[in-house]
């Protein structure tokens, strides 16, 4: 399967299912599909971690696969979103609020331009430190090489 044919599933509201999110993720990653680093905005307090995400419209967004409850708001836009533990694909939209559990991932594409709340709960007060608390490791990824979390976690292997 081919970007167009990824791009063409992921636009579709009557998606098929005859692709498995793992597989869909894995030919983003290997493909230029997926989207750079948007800028966000990361925020400390009260025991809590939160970060916004600004996402563009046309974009695919494979989300980390985080190891703690989340509260996920979108405060704008719409998308149509798969996690690891559904197989349906599900159309979201500005306002909307709902806590993923452990061990969830999101696959989104953004249908227009969203702004996407993340919040958990976390003693740290670094994004690295963060990001080692509240994601479950998975080496490679862009956002590990961009907090050099990668070189981190080379120790564990």
Same mark, same amino acid.
């Given at each position: ?69 989340? /509260?996920?708001?979108?405060? &704008? $836009?719409?998308? @149509?979103? *798969?996690?690891?533990?559904? =197989? ?45 608390? /509240?994601?479950?490791?998975? &080496? $490679?990824?862009? @956002?590990? *090489?961009?907090?050099?979390? =990668? ?7």
């Amino acid at each position: 399967m081919d970007n167009k044919q990824v791009a063409t599933l992921a636009t579709n509201k009557e998606l098929s299912t005859d692709i498995s999110m793992g597989d869909l993720a894995n030919l983003m990653l290997a493909s230029d599909m997926q989207a750079d680093l948007n800028e966000e905005e990361n925020y400390w307090g009260g025991g809590m971690y939160a970060r916004s995400l600004d996402m563009d419209k046309g974009q695919l967004i494979i989300g980390h696969i985080h190891s703690k409850h989340t /509260v996920n708001i979108l405060s &704008k $836009g719409a998308i @149509l979103i *798969k996690t690891r533990m559904e =197989d349906e694909w599900e159309l979201i939209e500005a306002p909307f609020i709902n806590i993923t559990p452990p061990n969830t991932q999101k696959l989104g594409y953004i249908l227009e331009d969203s702004t996407m709340v993340n919040v958990m709960i976390t003693d740290k007060t670094t994004i690295e430190e963060t990001y080692m608390d /509240v994601v479950v490791p998975h &080496k $490679g990824t862009a @956002l590990y *090489k961009k907090y050099g979390i =990668d070189k981190l976690l080379e120790g564990d292997s």
